[in-house]
């Protein structure tokens, strides 16, 4: 009996905080307060995700890059292009391609007035993790980034 009013207080507290965080307006009933709380998430995940966009847009004007991935039979093709030279930028990218046990087989490069690397790259050994196009573009995105961020794009 103890047990039970503890957990029902126990739940109570937690309805209430609940409540509050969310900035639910629902009388204290368990559905309307949890119905408050998953609207409120989902606005937070749009928020989020328009952060997201904000700041991805940020970083792209700083550096406008254009940077595909496409899946081959057994490898990727990688192409980074940017209207301007970007001193750095290729010893970056080969390092992600390292991290994600990736094998140049063919690349082009131009660093001169502006920055251009046509890749093709495949997994190194079979029995790696499968990785996917997303995961690679993934990878020389935040490559991209943490050049930007450690000032060798001067």
């Known amino acids: 009996m103890v047990s039970r009013e503890h957990n029902n207080a126990a739940l109570h507290h937690n309805l209430q905080l609940l409540r509050s965080i969310t900035n639910s307006h629902a009388q204290l009933n368990k559905a309307s307060i949890i119905v408050d709380a998953s609207k409120y998430i989902e606005e937070l995940k749009q928020k989020v995700e328009r952060l997201n966009q904000d700041i991805s847009t940020v970083q792209t004007s700083i550096h406008p890059m254009q940077v595909t991935v496409e899946s081959l039979a057994k490898g990727f093709s990688i192409n980074v292009f940017s209207e301007k030279s970007c001193q ?5 990218i080969l390092e992600a391609f390292e991290e994600l046990g990736l094998n140049v087989l063919e690349a082009r490069v131009s660093c001169t007035d502006s920055f251009q690397l046509q890749a093709i790259a495949e997994i190194e050994e079979e029995g790696e993790e499968a990785i996917d196009a ?3 573009k ?5 490559a991209i980034k943490i050049w930007s961020q450690s000032g060798e794009q001067d």
């Open 134 to 136: 997303q995961a690679v």
């Open 88 to 92: 750095g930028l290729l010893v970056s």
């Open 138 to 142: 993934e990878a020389v995105v935040q």
